[in-house]
């Protein structure tokens, strides 16, 4: 049974067995978890969050048509229940992305140690300014550029129009962008007054 494809393990499940059913959460629950904590920042709830995907799919497979891949509708199912998580909390959770940003952003690891210590800074910044962009511009960010899903695949995953997943993609860069060059420039700026004072 190890061998059948995610397809034909739902099959089985539909058919009642419940053995399908375990082998499928076995296959894909680390990813799961570690794609939920990327987007939370918290174990324990990112654990939560995973027990929570897999009940919810349980409940929910008979309905699977197999319109689109397995993995994409789990990735949409998942993606919704962070959404609604989040909503529902009155301040947003440190989302856990900088050791992810640090190869897509600024990158070279032949830097020298004080160059490397002004990257990492720089990806902090980036990183807490990631985490103040809205849900809808934030999470096609995340998908887009962190885990390299194409604009057609996250509009299935979200069940959104290609050209809102676009928009919302360029928008989302925009606003990153001018953030990231205010805070650039204040820091630039409280460097220059701290050298004159010294």
């Excluded at 929570?52 to 699977?64: H, P, Q, Y």
């Excluded at 990492?120 to 809808?136: A, F, G, R, T």
Aim: hydrophobic content about 35%.
């Amino acid at each position: 049974m190890d061998q059948l494809t995610d397809e034909q393990l739902i099959k089985q499940i539909q058919m009642g067995k419940n053995e399908a059913y375990r082998l499928l959460v076995e296959r894909h629950k680390n990813y799961i978890f570690t794609l939920i904590f990327q987007m939370i920042g918290h174990r324990e709830t990112a654990e939560d969050l995973s027990q929570e995907v897999f009940i919810k799919l349980f409940r929910t497979l008979s309905s699977f048509q197999g319109n689109s891949k397995f993995k994409t509708w789990l990735y949409r199912l998942t993606v919704n229940l962070v959404i609604d998580h989040r909503r529902s909390q009155k301040r947003k959770s440190v989302v856990a992305w900088v050791d992810e940003i640090k190869d897509k952003l600024f990158t070279d690891s032949n830097e020298e140690p004080e160059t490397r210590t002004i990257i990492k800074e720089k990806q902090e910044m980036v990183y807490q300014l990631i985490n103040e962009l809205p849900d809808k511009y934030r999470i096609i960010i995340y998908l887009y550029h962190l885990k390299e899903f194409s604009c057609s695949e996250i509009a299935e995953i979200m069940q959104l129009p290609l050209k809102t997943v676009e928009t919302r993609l360029y928008r989302g860069k925009k606003r990153l962008r001018q953030k990231w060059m205010e805070v650039d420039s204040h820091v630039q700026e409280n460097s220059k007054v701290q050298s004159t004072t010294i």
